[in-house]
């Protein structure tokens, strides 16, 4: 996640690169969280020495008390914090104090917060890069806002182009690159608007493109709550979007498609909406679908790779929790709790159907100093071993809904549930 005016130092240009540059290069151990799946943008943390044991109680640094539930994640930058909330029927961005775990700043986003099943409308996460932040809601707007609390710019995506039409409401959150957001709209089952996908100017709030993304998916298939995720490798850059049956690259210059590969919806059932996004590591893109088939590709394909750049499927990947992978091993946490590593590289399984403990499970598993993290709907955090071989090191139970994903931040770990938001562990400089 990097600049938002042009103007911005390259010193912090070069160092939010860095940052964003996946599976390249080893990441720093102080790191922020700058949006949803963190600083590489594909759930990995480089920090060492996190907690591995908390409770309500012990290891908790601070909690704060928050209004609702939201799937969003917390969102960390140096001693800030910054929360998408549904507060009754209105919607804020929250800015926290990291250190004192206080409220600095809140500013209403707008109106018409629903519930749509587990959803409310702050499901999306915001993003920053160090000196601006950017939020969506699940109701259409997105603005802008600098680290004091004033207002940028403003938009309504649903105004500017239709109603959503997803059965389960808006839940995507906006990729930031460098002076671009890229903001997907997937959907069908509720309009018979077209797909698309935005590239909006971060510093204006301005419409660079919209580009159709027309797919055959039928019914409710067509809807995706999936976050784009950005893949480069050597001098290219392209942005992949899951959703509608297929899997799709696209040129963020133009936002032409690039590439296609189908096989998410082998039977072209009706039902196969999806909702953990696209991964990638290095050259390789992981896409899943409603369970079966998770799709693994390696980057450089035009047009309709489905044959010529599928490396491996998968038949029990994952509904709602995105999978995280170092590399080496892909991990995948499917809703009841039963986690399976495969080799990344060949779809070998190294174990499966290893059961946690029960429940549903919502959240996307991070890994962290060898280990990955997992929240579950109950407010339980699993810490298993990552690596080969199967180990529980620790169940840690804040016995609290949760929807969020952890947020791991200069040797600290930030867990979101209905009623607080904690700050786990001691801060490392």
């Known amino acids: 996640m990097k600049t938002f005016f042009v103007f911005v130092s390259s010193c912090l240009r070069d160092c939010i690169w860095i940052a964003v540059v996946v599976g390249a290069v080893a990441v720093p151990h102080a790191e922020n969280w700058p949006q949803w799946r963190g600083p590489s943008l594909n759930g990995v943390s480089g920090e060492k020495n996190l907690p ?24 960390v930058w140096g001693d800030r914090i910054f929360l998408n909330v549904a507060d009754g029927n209105d919607l804020y961005l929250w800015c926290i104090d990291r250190t004192r775990g206080t409220q600095l700043w809140k500013q209403r986003l707008g109106s018409g917060n629903v ?70 709209v997937l959907h069908g089952s509720r309009t018979r608007d077209a797909s698309y996908l935005l590239r909006i100017d971060a510093a204006t709030g301005k419409t660079v493109w919209r580009v159709e993304r027309p797919t055959q998916a039928r019914y409710e298939s067509p809807d995706s709550y999936t976050t784009p995720a950005l893949l480069r490798y050597g ?45 990638v ?22 047009g309709d790779v489905t044959r010529s750049h599928v490396l491996w499927s998968f038949g029990n990947g994952p509904d709602v929790p995105t999978p995280v992978t170092d590399g080496s091993y892909l991990y995948v946490v499917n809703d009841r709790g039963i986690l399976w590593v495969l080799d990344a590289k060949t779809g070998r399984e190294v ?9 549903s499970y919502s959240g996307s598993p991070v890994i962290a100093d060898g280990k990955i993290y997992i929240t579950n709907e109950d407010g339980l955090t699993i810490v298993a071993k990552a690596g080969p ?17 952890p947020a791991i931040s200069e040797g600290q770990i930030f867990i979101r549930t209905s009623k607080f938001l904690y700050c786990i562990g001691n801060r490392t400089q």
Do not use: C
């Not at 696209?250 to 909702?275: C, F, M, Q």
């Not at 071989?389 to 994903?405: P, R």
């Open 52 to 75: 591995v044991r908390w409770s309500k109680t012990e290891n908790v640094t601070w909690k704060l008390a928050l209004p609702s539930w939201s799937g969003s994640t917390p969102i």
């Open 115 to 184: 519930r749509m099943e587990k959803q409310n409308m702050s499901s999306p996460s915001p993003s920053t890069d160090g000196r601006h932040v950017w939020v969506m809601t699940g109701t259409g707007i997105l603005k802008a806002f600098d680290f004091d609390g004033k207002e940028i710019w403003a938009r309504d995506i649903q105004k500017d182009y239709g109603r959503f039409g997803q059965e389960h409401g808006y839940g995507a959150s906006p990729l930031l690159d460098g002076d671009a957001l890229y903001v997907p």
């Open 235 to 279: 001098n290219t850059t392209e942005i992949v979007l899951t959703g509608g049956d297929v899997v799709t690259g696209h040129d963020p210059a133009t936002g032409k498609e690039l590439w296609r590969a189908s096989g998410l919806n082998p039977t072209n059932d009706g039902d196969y909406r999806i909702v953990a996004s696209p991964v």
């Open 281 to 302: 590591y290095g050259e390789m893109i992981f896409a899943p679908t409603r369970e079966r088939p998770m799709l693994a590709l390696k980057a450089g394909g035009r």
């Open 351 to 359: 174990y499966g159907r290893q059961r946690l403990k029960y429940g």
């Open 389 to 405: 071989t199967f180990a529980v090191l620790a169940e840690n139970d804040l016995d609290d809904y949760a929807l969020s994903s």
